[in-house]
T-cell receptor, first 113, second 114 residues
Framework: DAKTTQPTSMDCAEGRAANLPCNHS???????VYWYRQIHSQGPQYIIH???NNETNEMASLIITEDRKSSTLILPHATLRDTAVYYC??????????????FGQGTILTVHP | EAGVAQSPRYKIIEKRQSVAFWCNPI?????LYWYQQILGQGPKLLIQ????????DSQLPKDRFSAERLKGVDSTLKIQPAKLEDSAVYLC????????????FGSGTRLTVV
């Protein structure tokens, strides 16, 4: 699975959009971009995933560049409860082949009042 | 749907003792995973089961760690004997076979070895 690079930490004001970047320059054509987050003392929680089109769900939006070498997770209106470690993971998915979820260090997002 | 259940929530043992963790996955999820998360690091996969067979245990320290998944449902992870460096949170996750959304994680068991 391709490796990802994320900033170690980021801050965001409550109510503002949080934009979390991720670089995955060695991503392969059959690898999806996944985002998980881990709130203190809990297990990781799935947020969103995408292949090449931008995706949006009730939690967040995922913007993937045209060359697929980087992506941005957007939390449109961050709240204090969004304070967590955010993991960007690339993973083979689709058809009959599904790769492991391999976690890096992630980005510590702190949302301030 | 009910989540992934793990017990105990916390465990403190002395080094060289043994310990076991239990996981009950989401009903119908054929794939089960055990992860180890050391403080300040991302989770690391220890072992993956497909039904009751092992798919990947390449990162499992087999001299002291063992895991089983009888009847393809519940799973136990055992450490014997424990070392100080085994202090970590042990996370269980499950998924549908080929689950494109990835895994659902439990809250984990926090192990402290003193």
């Amino acid at each position: 699975d391709a490796k990802t690079t994320q900033p170690t930490s980021m801050d965001c004001a409550e109510g503002r959009a949080a934009n979390l970047p991720c670089n995955h320059s060695t991503i392969s054509g059959n690898e999806y971009v996944y985002w998980y987050r881990q709130i203190h003392s809990q297990g990781p929680q799935y947020i969103i995933h995408g292949l090449k089109n931008n995706e949006t769900n009730e939690m967040a939006s995922l913007i993937i560049t045209e060359d697929r070498k980087s992506s941005t997770l957007i939390l449109p209106h961050a709240t204090l409860r969004d304070t967590a470690v955010y993991y960007c993971i690339v993973r083979v998915a689709g058809g009959t082949s599904y790769g492991k979820l391999t976690f890096g260090q992630g980005t510590i997002l702190t949302v301030h009042p | 749907e009910a989540g992934v259940a793990q017990s105990p929530r916390y465990k403190i043992i002395e080094k060289r003792q043994s310990v076991a963790f239990w996981c009950n996955p989401i009903s119908g999820h054929a794939t089960l995973y055990w992860y180890q998360q050391i403080l300040g690091q991302g989770p690391k996969l220890l072992i993956q089961f497909q039904n009751n067979g092992v798919v990947d245990d390449s990162q499992l320290p087999k001299d002291r760690f063992s895991a089983e998944r009888l009847k393809g449902v519940d799973s136990t992870l055992k450490i014997q004997p424990a070392k100080l460096e085994d202090s970590a949170v042990y996370l269980c996750a499950s998924s549908w076979t080929g689950g494109v959304r990835g895994y659902t994680f439990g809250s984990g068991t926090r192990l402290t070895v003193v």
